[in-house]
């Protein structure tokens, strides 16, 4: 199931990074209403047992405000979705990219949290720069996207730290809030770099966060980013222990370096269309159980990944949408 899965993320990977993030004339950074700014959640899967999680990485997205929804709930989108169904529901959005994408014209997606996907390549790294200047003071920034996972960012903790000014010099100048590069839940190393295995999600977390607090300048974060994909192969139980366990660890790791939040920037429950109903227990287990938990009060940001299919029908909101934002719906 892994490779399945993970096939179809890399084939989102690579399809997402194809994609450039088209420039918002009007960025809407602000928000209108005093729901606090959010922060961008991640995720990223995790098996009990074996090895890897997904992780789709892709675009870019766009802000706004919402209205009436926590703003701790976001929405991980690409740029073919009619996402009107989510204006005005969700705190922040998050696409991948620097900038909101097409998707977001005219809607109000919440905060909009500019991700570096990685600075080692112009294609990313020249979006970012150039989008920079227009950003917000106390704007939430997004690390580079899945460094453990080939076709995603995939470079070392070390290789992470040489780059990580390319973020961090926002914390001066735009007094911005900094989260780390949003590991996925592989639970095995997914292959060797010049040589040398580069370590699975958590390992690679810690060891980053090692490299970052004795780097001269010594790097801070306001949160840690982490994201999580379930397995349509597991109960909606299972799958839950499974993000129970990743989300434990990436608190664990905040707790021990002095980062107050964790967000989950990219998630999914692993179930499709085919298995609507499972994913919509998933989101109310999520909602109703892991994010009521006091033992997760550090996690303050979630972005649920739109791309995957299941929060729509069409422009619709499913009862899996529906559930996300709190509904109070049957599955
Ligand atoms: C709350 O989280 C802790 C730590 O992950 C876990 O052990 C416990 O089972 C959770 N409680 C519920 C009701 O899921």
Redesign the pocket.
Known sequence: MWSTTQSLFSFFSVLCTLVQAKPHANPQWHHRHSRGVAASPTSSTTTTTTSTSPTPSTPQSSGTTSDSSSPNIGILYDSTSDLSAFSGQVGFSVDWSPIPLSSSDNLDLGTFYPQLWTFQDSNHLNPWTNAAPSWPSGINLIGFNEPDMPGQSWMTPSTAISGWNYIAQYQSSKDAKISTPGVSNSVVSLGTIDGVANPAGQEWMSQFLSLAASNSPKYTFQAISMHWYGSSSLTVDENGAML?EQ??AMIQLAEDNGIPEVWITEMGSGYDTSTATEDCQFIQWLEG??MK?A??SMITHYAYNEHLGTLLNGDAMTSSGSALLGGSGSC
Request: net charge neutral; no cysteine.
């Open positions: 129970n989300a434990g159980t892991f938990n033992s997760n």
